[in-house]
Structure formats: C-alpha cells, structure tokens
Nanobody
Framework: QVQLQESGPGLVKPSQTLSLTCTVS??????????WNWVRQPPGKGLEWMGL???????YYSPSLKSRTSISRDTSKNHFSLQLSSVTPEDTAVYYC?????????????WGQGTQVTVAS
C-alpha cells in the first residue's frame, strides 16, 4: 500500500516562497512509469494540477504556474518537494501530492491527505 504525506508550513506571507514536501512510503518514486504530482484546491474552486516529477526525474509544469513553480526530489529519502515563489493570497489552497499511473495521464491512484496553506500577512 502506497502512502503519501504532505508536510510544510501552513502559513506563508505574501511574496515569499511556499515549500512543501511529500514523503512516500510503500513504493519508490523511481519506479517505472509512475509520476508524482502536486495538485491544489483553492477554497470554493476545483482541483488544479500544478506539476509533476516523473520516475526518471523529468519535470512538467502547468503553463499558468510554470514561471513560479519548481518540483524536485530526494531519492535517498523517497520524497519530492514543491516550491512556489512569489505567493499571493490567491495561492491559498489545500495542497495535495498524488501518484499518477503514468506521465500526464491524470489517473491518480494514491493521494496524500492534503495540507492547508494560507497566504496572509
């Protein structure tokens, strides 16, 4: 059973960088051909895909967030991380890490429980 767990600060100030980590257990983030994604849900809105890091370390980002987003991984710790720079209150959301059964197939078979991040001064 694969488990994902998000961690990081729940409050970030405007203009700062939001940093979250997703720790994976029960499976390796280098296993072919899975990808590891970040998805968020702002209050009262739908899910928004942010980006992914694939089993081979390649990354893909949402065009609308690409200039502010970076996803990296630490294979020795079996975790992957999200950095979102220059945040505004519009980045307030529940952030989820997920596993996709492929690369950009949007077929998520495992999800973290989600972590609330609020952007406020």
């Amino acid at each position: 059973q694969v488990q994902l767990q998000e961690s990081g600060p729940g409050l970030v100030k405007p203009s700062q960088t939001l940093s979250l980590t997703c720790t994976v257990s029960g499976g390796s983030i280098t296993t072919k051909y899975y990808s590891w994604n970040w998805v968020r849900q702002p209050p009262g809105k739908g899910l928004e895909w942010m980006g992914l890091i694939a089993y081979d370390g390649s990354t893909y980002y949402s065009p609308s967030l690409k200039s502010r987003t970076s996803i990296s991984r630490d294979t020795s710790k079996n975790h992957f991380s999200l950095q979102l720079s220059s945040v505004t209150p519009e980045d307030t959301a529940v952030y989820y890490c997920t596993r996709d059964v492929g690369v950009v197939t949007a077929t998520y078979d495992y999800w973290g429980q989600g972590t609330q991040v609020t952007v406020a001064s």
